[in-house]
């Protein structure tokens, strides 16, 4: 398939739709890197940031140009909906766009459906999902994990190079979802797991901030005992900035996928089953981290806060 490609000395002009936790600084990245940018997003709040840099914004996608349209949002449907729905940025700009990156974390049969109604207009697509939170974004130092001709991913490597430090071609479109879910179902694991091990030492004594510093050095070290436990739960700030809804989400797609292929996965069923639950009992929004505060809540114990 021949992709409506850029000319070697072409600029991108990119629409960048979604600029929540993450999309924000990612955005930032490449305004700071001297590209040229677009935003939109739903909530007006959320485009504030933008407004007075030069950069233009809007709620409706399909008012921007660009040729290159980067995705941030919380699901596939979400995206579905930003490139093909009412006020979508495909609306009315045939030949205009070239690609559609989806750097949200979506479901790989979705993103497949959508690459092939893209193909049709001649709209090339790649799964860029990423990986290192919001720290990472702030400081354009993402992994993505990227699904789709590794041929179109050279052409748009220099530019994503301003948002992730890790660029890694892993299949083709979808893989890269595939793979991004597989990595938060750990990431889910040890963040429950390091919160109960953490709450039951601390009811036998043990002082919090002793085992966290035992364990980054030891086997049980994690993203959630060097990162999110020190930054957002010992100093009970819990705004990681990571929802535990979209966790779920996260674990819902990787489930989906280990029945869809008949396989048993009994860990990733009861972590999906954890994390459900949780977002019905803390509320979809809530911050990841405060899977602590619901097994405080069963314990009938809390911990003190430690300033870090
Ligand atoms: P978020 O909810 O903070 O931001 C999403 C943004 O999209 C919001 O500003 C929302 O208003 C906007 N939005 C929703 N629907 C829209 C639409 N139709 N058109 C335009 N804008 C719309 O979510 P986030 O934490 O930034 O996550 C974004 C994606 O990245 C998700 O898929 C998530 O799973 C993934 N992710 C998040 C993290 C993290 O640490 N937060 C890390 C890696 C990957």
Redesign the pocket.
């Known amino acids: 398939m021949e992709w409506n490609k850029p000319a070697l000395n072409d600029t991108h002009r990119v629409l960048f739709?979604?600029?929540?936790?993450?999309?924000?600084p990612m955005a930032h990245c490449l305004l700071k890197a001297g590209v040229d940018i677009a935003v939109?997003?739903?909530?007006e709040a959320?485009l504030a940031p933008f407004v007075g840099q030069g950069v233009a914004t809007g709620?409706q996608?399909d008012a921007l140009p660009g040729d290159v349209v980067i995705?941030?949002?919380?699901?596939d449907q979400?995206?579905r909906?930003?490139i093909l729905?009412e006020h979508g940025a495909l609306r009315g700009h045939a030949g205009e766009r070239r690609i559609v990156i989806d750097?949200?974390?979506?479901a790989p049969s979705e993103t497949q459906r959508l690459a092939a109604e893209l193909a049709k207009q001649n709209v090339a697509m790649l799964d860029a999902?990423?990986?290192?939170?919001?720290p990472r974004?702030k400081t354009g130092e993402?992994t993505t994990m990227v699904g789709g001709d590794a041929a179109v991913l050279e052409r748009y490597r220099p530019l994503l190079a301003h948002m992730c430090k890790n660029i890694r071609h892993v299949g083709a479109i979808g893989a890269g979802d595939t793979l991004?879910a597989l990595n938060?179902f750990l990431s889910a694991v040890s963040m429950w797991a390091s919160s109960e091990a953490l709450l039951v030492g601390a009811r036998a004594g043990l002082d919090p901030q002793v085992m966290v510093d035992i364990w980054k050095t030891s086997t049980g070290r994690s993203h959630a005992v060097e990162v999110k436990i020190p930054n957002a739960v010992l100093p009970r700030t819990f705004d990681?900035?990571?929802?535990v809804g979209?966790?779920a989400?996260?674990l819902s797609i990787a489930a989906s996928l280990s029945r869809e292929l008949n396989m048993p996965a009994p860990m990733l069923a009861a972590t999906e089953e954890h994390y459900l639950f949780a977002r019905e009992a803390l509320g979809s929004?809530a911050d990841?981290t405060r899977v602590m505060t619901l097994l405080e809540t069963w314990a009938h114990f809390e911990l003190s806060a430690i300033p870090q």
Do not use: C, Q, R, W
């Open positions: 739709i979604g600029v929540g936790h993450m999309g924000n939109a997003d739903v909530n959320a709620t996608p995705t941030s949002l919380p699901t979400h995206v909906e930003a729905g750097m949200s974390s979506s999902p990423v990986s290192g939170g919001v974004a993402l991004k938060n990681y900035g990571f929802s979209l966790m989400k996260d929004s990841l």
